[in-house]
C-alpha cells in the first residue's frame, strides 16, 4: 500500500461513507478543538482519494475539531484503499481508541461480515482480531434492548453488559440492569447477579430510592468476588463499583 503525505484543504475532505463513531459531535470534541487551537494537528489524518476529493479514513474527530477551529488545511497521509481495505483500515486505526463504543464495533463487525459473505474465522483473521472477540462483539446485537441502551450510554462496560445479557428472566434482567446504571456495577458483580438470578432465585426487589434491596441479593451458594486492597471475599451488600483508568484495574 503505497502512502504519501500531503496538506490537504479541508474542504476537499469528506466524511468517512461509514464512520466508525455514531456519537460523534460538535460538543464531543470541545477539548480537541481547544487542542488544536493551542499546538495543532499533531497526528495526521488518514485519508483515501475519492472521485471528488479524499475521504477521511481514521481521524474523524480531528477533521471536525479542525473544521471548528477554522483550520483551512490538515496533514494527511493519503492511502490507495478501498472495499474492505478501507473499513479493515478504519478499524485498525481506531483498534487502540478505548472510547470506541463496544456497539459500533459490532455494527461494523457485523457490515464486514455480511458485506463480504465472511465467516467469523475469516472475519477474524482478516482483521486481526481472536475469534472469540469477534463473535463477543456480533453477539451484542443481538442483546436486550436494556443492555443495548446502557452500552450506548456508557453507563456500563461491555464485560458487566455481557453477563448481564445472559438473564433468562426479562423481569429480573430489567431490574439488574437499572441497578447497574444507578449505582455501578463490576464484571464479578454482574456475574453474580447473572448466577443467582438464572438458577432460580427470587427476583430482587426495587426500594423506593430505585435500589435493589440488598437482603434480596443475598440466599444464593456463589462465592463473593475478593477484594483487591485487603484480599478478603466482600459480602454482596457491601459491592461498590470503582471507576478507575483501564490500565490501573487489579491484575
Not at 49 to 65: F, K, N, P, S, W
Not at 70 to 83: H, K, N, Q, S, Y
Amino acid at each position: 500500500m503505497n502512502n504519501t503525505f500531503k496538506q490537504l484543504p479541508i474542504d476537499k475532505i469528506a466524511d468517512p461513507e461509514r464512520p466508525l463513531r455514531t456519537n460523534l459531535t460538535p460538543e464531543s470534541v470541545d477539548e480537541l478543538v481547544f487542542s488544536i487551537k493551542e499546538v495543532g494537528i499533531i497526528q495526521p489524518l488518514t485519508v483515501c482519494t475519492t472521485d471528488t476529493g479524499y475521504e477521511v479514513i481514521a481521524g474523524h474527530r480531528r477533521l471536525m475539531a479542525a473544521e471548528i477551529a477554522g483550520l483551512v488545511e490538515v496533514p494527511c497521509i493519503v492511502v490507495e484503499a478501498g472495499g474492505m481495505d478501507k473499513e479493515l483500515l478504519k478499524m485498525h486505526e481506531n483498534v487502540a481508541r478505548e472510547d470506541i463504543n463496544p456497539i459500533d464495533w459490532a455494527n461494523h463487525l457485523s457490515y464486514l461480515k455480511q458485506q463480504y459473505n465472511l465467516t467469523i474465522a475469516k472475519l477474524a483473521e482478516v482483521t486481526g482480531f481472536s475469534e472469540a472477540w469477534v463473535s463477543q462483539h456480533l453477539e451484542i446485537l443481538n442483546y436486550p434492548e436494556e443492555v443495548l441502551i446502557a452500552i450506548r450510554s456508557g453507563q456500563m462496560s461491555f464485560s458487566s453488559a455481557r453477563e448481564l445479557a445472559q438473564i433468562k428472566d426479562p423481569a429480573k434482567r430489567k431490574i439488574y440492569v437499572h441497578h447497574a446504571v444507578k449505582g455501578g456495577v463490576t464484571p464479578s458483580m454482574a456475574a453474580n447477579w447473572r448466577r443467582q438470578a438464572n438458577i432460580g432465585a427470587p427476583a430482587p426487589q426495587v426500594n423506593s430510592e430505585g435500589e435493589i434491596d440488598n437482603i434480596a441479593l443475598v440466599g444464593a451458594d456463589i462465592p463473593d468476588p475478593i477484594c483487591p486492597v485487603c484480599n478478603l471475599p466482600v459480602p454482596m451488600a457491601e459491592q461498590k463499583s470503582l471507576i478507575i483508568h483501564f490500565s490501573c484495574q487489579p491484575k
